[in-house]
C-alpha cells in the first residue's frame, strides 16, 4: 500500500504540481496586466508551471529568469492591457498543435566555466535554436555570480559561438544545492554524494521551471531519475567521459561477488573493509547502468568514451535507445582561417598543456633526455638537426605550480636547459604564434578521453606526436583515407608512440622487435581487440631524426598537414558538430510528442 501511494504521487501528484498553474492562474495573470503599477504575480510554490506559461507566450522568454531573485514580473510589452497576443498565447496547447513552443533545458551548472564542456553546451544550444524558432533554450547554472548577457558574451568571445538569439535564452540559477555536485565537498563517498547532490539540483532545476526536454551537457546522470520518475521527459546526454568504469574494481581486493574472489575471505578487519568498497563501488556502478538506462539519446564525444559506455550502459540498445558519437566542437575556424601551411617552421616540439601530473610532461624530459644521450651526445644545443622541447601551459592552482616547478627541476638536473623552453600563462595569441612555426605537436595523456589541444595542432599545420590511446589515436590522429595503417605507429597525418610506464602495459604480451618496439592489446571499436607494437618516445624520435629521416622530409609534413587540415574540417568544425545536432533535435521533438501522448489529459496540455 505504502509502495503505491508513492508511486502515485511520483507519477500522479508531483506531474501536476511542477507543471499545471492553480485554476485561476487566467484571473491571477489579468489581475498583474490590470494593475496600474508593476507588481510581482503572486504564485505561491508554483514558480515552474506559471514560469512556464509566461516564457511558452512571452515576446521576450528571457526576461523570465530568476536572477535578481525568484520572484516573477511580467515583461512590460507582455503587460501592456491591449496585448491580446501575449493572453491568447497562454492558453493550453494540444499535443499536435504545430504553434507549441518547446523548452529545451539545458542542465549544465558550470555554464560560466571556459572549458570543453562548455564549448559543447553553448554550440549545442546555438544549433538548438536555429533548429526551430519555436525553440527555447533554458540553461540551468550555479553561477550566480554572472548575469545572463555576461555569460552569454564570454561565451562568444572565448568559443566563438556567435548569432545567439539571447531573447530565447532563459538563464535559470540554482542557488541551494550546487555545493554537493562539487567533489571537495564529500570527505568520503564522492561519487554517490555527487549522484545524490546531481538528483537534488535537478529537483531544484524543475521547480524553477520544467523544460519539455531534459539535455545533459555536464555529466550529472543524478537528474536524470527526477526527470523520468516524474515527468518522463526525453533525455539527451552528452557523455564527455563515464564517471565509473568497470576497470575500476581492478584496484580492488574482491573483483567480483563469486566463490572465486571470496572463496579466501578472511575474518578480519582489513577483508570487511575490501568487502565494503566492493558492494559500495558495485552498487555506484549498477545504479549508473540503471540511470543510464532512462536517458534516450546518448552521445559520446569520441571512440573511447562510446567503447566504454556501450558497456557500461549496456540495456539501453536492447531498450531501442540510441547510443552514438558526436565529436565535439573545437572551434577550429578562427584557427584555419588565416593558415599558412606553406611557411617555414622551426624544427621544434611543442606541447601545449596544462602543467598537471597526469599530462607527463616528464615523460618527454625522461625521453629526451635518453634520446639526446644515444644519439646527439656531443652536439651542441644549436644545431639545426636537434629538435628543441617547448613546454606552453597554464598554472590555475598552487598544484599546477608545483609541477611546473618539478618538471623546471628535471630540466635542470638532465643538463636540458639549452634544449627545453617553458612558456607559461601566455596570451591566446602567443598560443597561436606558437602553433604558426613549430612544427612538431606532443601529447603524452594515457586514455586522453578526445584531446582537443591535437586537434589544434592538425588546425594550425603542426604535425602530431601522440600517445597511441584514445581521442588522440582513435578519433583525431587518424590519417586521411588512410585505413590500412590504422594500427601502424605513424599515418598520413601523424606519429604514435607507447611507454612502458603506461597503465596497461602488460610484460607477458611483449614480444622481441627489430626496432625494440612495445607490445601493446589495442581496442579499437567496442569489443575488437588487437595486437599492435609501437615505438617509445625516444624511439620514435630516433626513427624520424636519426634512422629514417625521410618520414619528415619537407615534402612528407607538407602532405602530412594538408591531411591534417582536412581532417580538422571534415570531423572537427564548430559547423560540422552544429548540423549533427540540429538532427538529435529534430528526433528531440518526436520522443516530446510520443512522451506528452501518453500523459494525462490535463498534463498534456500544460
Same mark, same amino acid.
Request: net charge negative; aromatic share 14%.
Given at each position: 500500500?505504502?509502495?503505491?501511494?508513492?508511486?502515485?504521487?511520483?507519477? $500522479?501528484?508531483?506531474?501536476?504540481?511542477?507543471?499545471?498553474?492553480?485554476?485561476?492562474?487566467?484571473?491571477?495573470?489579468?489581475?498583474?496586466?490590470?494593475?496600474?503599477?508593476?507588481?510581482?504575480?503572486?504564485? #505561491?510554490?508554483? /514558480? !515552474?508551471?506559471?514560469?512556464?506559461?509566461?516564457?511558452?507566450?512571452?515576446?521576450?522568454?528571457?526576461?523570465?529568469?530568476?536572477?535578481?531573485?525568484?520572484?516573477?514580473?511580467?515583461?512590460?510589452?507582455?503587460?501592456?492591457?491591449?496585448?491580446? /497576443?501575449?493572453?491568447?498565447?497562454?492558453?493550453?496547447?494540444?499535443?499536435?498543435?504545430?504553434?507549441?513552443?518547446?523548452?529545451?533545458?539545458?542542465?549544465?551548472?558550470?555554464?560560466?566555466?571556459?572549458?570543453?564542456?562548455?564549448?559543447?553546451?553553448?554550440?549545442?544550444?546555438?544549433?538548438?535554436?536555429?533548429?526551430?524558432?519555436?525553440?527555447?533554450? &533554458?540553461?540551468?547554472?550555479?553561477?550566480?555570480?554572472?548575469?545572463?548577457?555576461?555569460?552569454?558574451?564570454?561565451?562568444?568571445?572565448?568559443?566563438?559561438?556567435? #548569432?545567439?538569439?539571447?531573447?530565447?535564452?532563459?538563464?535559470?540559477?540554482?542557488?541551494?544545492?550546487?555545493?554537493?555536485?562539487?567533489?571537495?565537498?564529500?570527505?568520503?563517498? *564522492?561519487?554517490?554524494?555527487?549522484?545524490?547532490?546531481?538528483?537534488?539540483?535537478?529537483?531544484?532545476?524543475?521547480?524553477?521551471?520544467?523544460?519539455?526536454?531534459?539535455?545533459?551537457?555536464?555529466?550529472?546522470?543524478?537528474?536524470?531519475?527526477?526527470? *523520468?520518475?516524474?515527468?518522463?521527459?526525453?533525455?539527451?546526454?552528452?557523455?564527455?567521459?563515464?564517471?565509473?568504469? !568497470?576497470?575500476?574494481?581492478?584496484?580492488?581486493?574482491?573483483?567480483?561477488?563469486? +566463490?572465486?574472489?571470496?572463496?579466501?575471505?578472511?575474518?578480519?578487519?582489513?577483508?570487511?573493509?575490501?568487502?565494503?568498497?566492493?558492494?559500495?563501488?558495485?552498487?555506484?556502478?549498477?545504479?549508473?547502468?540503471?540511470?543510464? $538506462?532512462?536517458?534516450?539519446?546518448?552521445?559520446?564525444?569520441?571512440?573511447?568514451?562510446?567503447?566504454?559506455? $556501450?558497456?557500461?550502459?549496456?540495456?539501453? /540498445?536492447?531498450? #531501442?535507445?540510441?547510443?552514438?558519437?558526436?565529436?565535439?566542437?573545437?572551434?577550429?575556424?578562427?584557427?584555419?582561417?588565416?593558415?599558412?601551411?606553406?611557411?617555414?617552421?622551426?624544427?621544434?616540439?611543442?606541447?601545449?598543456?596544462?602543467?598537471r601530473p597526469e599530462k607527463r610532461h616528464s615523460l618527454f624530459v625522461d625521453e629526451y633526455a635518453q634520446f639526446l644521450k644515444k644519439n646527439f651526445a656531443n652536439v651542441k644545443a644549436d644545431d639545426a638537426d636537434i629538435p628543441k622541447l617547448v613546454f606552453l601551459g597554464s598554472c590555475r592552482?598552487?598544484?599546477?605550480?608545483? +609541477?611546473?616547478?618539478?618538471?623546471?627541476?628535471?630540466?635542470?638536473?638532465?643538463?636540458?636547459?639549452?634544449?627545453?623552453?617553458?612558456?607559461?600563462?601566455?596570451?591566446?595569441?602567443?598560443?597561436?604564434?606558437?602553433?604558426?612555426?613549430?612544427?612538431? #605537436?606532443?601529447?603524452?595523456?594515457?586514455?586522453?578521453?578526445?584531446?582537443?589541444?591535437?586537434?589544434?595542432?592538425?588546425?594550425?599545420?603542426?604535425?602530431?606526436?601522440?600517445?597511441? $590511446?584514445?581521442?588522440?589515436?582513435?578519433?583525431?590522429? +587518424?590519417?586521411?583515407?588512410?585505413?590500412?595503417?590504422?594500427?601502424?605507429?605513424?599515418?598520413?597525418?601523424?606519429?604514435?608512440?607507447?611507454?612502458?610506464?603506461?597503465?596497461?602495459?602488460?610484460?607477458?604480451?611483449?614480444?622481441?622487435?627489430?626496432?625494440?618496439?612495445? *607490445?601493446?592489446?589495442?581496442?579499437?571499436?567496442?569489443?575488437?581487440?588487437?595486437?599492435?607494437?609501437?615505438?617509445?618516445?625516444?624511439?620514435?624520435?630516433?626513427?624520424?631524426?636519426?634512422?629514417?629521416?625521410?618520414? &619528415?622530409?619537407?615534402?612528407?609534413?607538407?602532405?602530412?598537414?594538408?591531411?591534417?587540415?582536412?581532417?580538422?574540417?571534415?570531423?572537427?568544425?564548430?559547423?560540422?558538430?552544429?548540423?549533427?545536432?540540429?538532427?538529435?533535435?529534430?528526433?528531440?521533438?518526436?520522443?516530446?510528442?510520443?512522451?506528452?501522448?501518453?500523459?494525462?489529459?490535463?498534463?498534456?496540455?500544460?
Amino acid at each position: 500500500m505504502v509502495v503505491f501511494v508513492v508511486y502515485k504521487s511520483f507519477t $500522479s501528484v508531483l506531474p501536476h504540481y511542477f507543471v499545471v498553474p492553480h485554476q485561476n492562474w487566467r484571473e491571477r495573470i489579468a489581475k498583474v496586466i490590470k494593475h496600474d503599477k508593476p507588481i510581482y504575480l503572486n504564485v #505561491g510554490y508554483k /514558480r !515552474s508551471s506559471y514560469r512556464r506559461r509566461l516564457i511558452l507566450a512571452s515576446i521576450q522568454p528571457s526576461f523570465y529568469t530568476n536572477f535578481r531573485n525568484n520572484k516573477i514580473k511580467l515583461q512590460p510589452e507582455d503587460a501592456a492591457k491591449d496585448n491580446q /497576443r501575449f493572453l491568447t498565447e497562454m492558453r493550453r496547447r494540444g499535443v499536435d498543435d504545430p504553434s507549441r513552443k518547446l523548452l529545451y533545458g539545458f542542465f549544465h551548472p558550470y555554464a560560466n566555466n571556459g572549458g570543453g564542456g562548455e564549448r559543447v553546451l553553448w554550440q549545442a544550444v546555438g544549433a538548438t535554436l536555429e533548429a526551430n524558432v519555436r525553440n527555447i533554450a &533554458v540553461v540551468y547554472t550555479t553561477n550566480i555570480e554572472a548575469e545572463p548577457l555576461q555569460i552569454l558574451q564570454k561565451a562568444e568571445d572565448k568559443f566563438q559561438v556567435s #548569432g545567439l538569439d539571447s531573447s530565447r535564452i532563459v538563464f535559470i540559477y540554482l542557488r541551494r544545492f550546487g555545493h554537493l555536485i562539487d567533489g571537495a565537498y564529500w570527505k568520503h563517498f *564522492t561519487l554517490i554524494g555527487q549522484l545524490v547532490g546531481s538528483m537534488l539540483l535537478g529537483l531544484e532545476a524543475l521547480f524553477e521551471l520544467t523544460p519539455d526536454i531534459w539535455i545533459d551537457t555536464i555529466g550529472l546522470p543524478g537528474s536524470y531519475l527526477s526527470v *523520468t520518475f516524474i515527468l518522463r521527459l526525453p533525455i539527451l546526454a552528452y557523455v564527455h567521459y563515464p564517471i565509473i568504469q !568497470s576497470d575500476m574494481f581492478n584496484k580492488l581486493k574482491f573483483k567480483a561477488f563469486t +566463490t572465486a574472489e571470496f572463496g579466501e575471505f578472511n575474518f578480519s578487519a582489513r577483508d570487511f573493509v575490501e568487502a565494503g568498497k566492493f558492494v559500495y563501488w558495485s552498487m555506484v556502478y549498477y545504479f549508473y547502468v540503471y540511470l543510464g $538506462s532512462t536517458v534516450d539519446v546518448t552521445l559520446a564525444n569520441g571512440t573511447w568514451t562510446f567503447n566504454h559506455i $556501450s558497456n557500461i550502459w549496456s540495456f539501453n /540498445r536492447i531498450l #531501442g535507445h540510441k547510443l552514438e558519437k558526436l565529436y565535439p566542437p573545437c572551434g577550429t575556424e578562427t584557427l584555419t582561417k588565416e593558415v599558412n601551411l606553406e611557411q617555414k617552421r622551426e624544427n621544434k616540439l611543442l606541447y601545449i598543456a596544462q602543467f598537471r601530473p597526469e599530462k607527463r610532461h616528464s615523460l618527454f624530459v625522461d625521453e629526451y633526455a635518453q634520446f639526446l644521450k644515444k644519439n646527439f651526445a656531443n652536439v651542441k644545443a644549436d644545431d639545426a638537426d636537434i629538435p628543441k622541447l617547448v613546454f606552453l601551459g597554464s598554472c590555475r592552482t598552487a598544484d599546477d605550480t608545483a +609541477t611546473l616547478h618539478l618538471i623546471q627541476s628535471k630540466v635542470e638536473k638532465a643538463g636540458l636547459q639549452d634544449y627545453v623552453e617553458f612558456i607559461v600563462d601566455c596570451s591566446y595569441d602567443e598560443v597561436v604564434d606558437q602553433l604558426s612555426r613549430a612544427k612538431f #605537436g606532443l601529447n603524452a595523456m594515457w586514455n586522453e578521453h578526445f584531446g582537443i589541444g591535437v586537434v589544434e595542432y592538425l588546425a594550425r599545420g603542426v604535425v602530431p606526436l601522440v600517445h597511441a $590511446s584514445a581521442g588522440p589515436w582513435l578519433d583525431i590522429v +587518424t590519417g586521411w583515407n588512410d585505413e590500412e595503417n590504422k594500427l601502424n605507429w605513424h599515418n598520413n597525418s601523424g606519429f604514435f608512440f607507447k611507454s612502458m610506464d603506461d597503465p596497461d602495459f602488460d610484460p607477458s604480451v611483449q614480444e622481441e622487435t627489430e626496432e625494440g618496439f612495445i *607490445t601493446f592489446n589495442v581496442e579499437i571499436e567496442q569489443g575488437e581487440v588487437q595486437r599492435a607494437q609501437y615505438p617509445s618516445f625516444s624511439g620514435l624520435l630516433y626513427h624520424i631524426f636519426v634512422k629514417s629521416p625521410e618520414l &619528415v622530409s619537407d615534402k612528407r609534413l607538407d602532405e602530412m598537414r594538408h591531411n591534417g587540415l582536412r581532417l580538422v574540417k571534415e570531423k572537427f568544425s564548430n559547423g560540422v558538430f552544429s548540423e549533427s545536432w540540429k538532427k538529435y533535435v529534430g528526433e528531440l521533438e518526436e520522443l516530446e510528442v510520443d512522451y506528452r501522448s501518453e500523459k494525462d489529459d490535463v498534463v498534456q496540455v500544460y
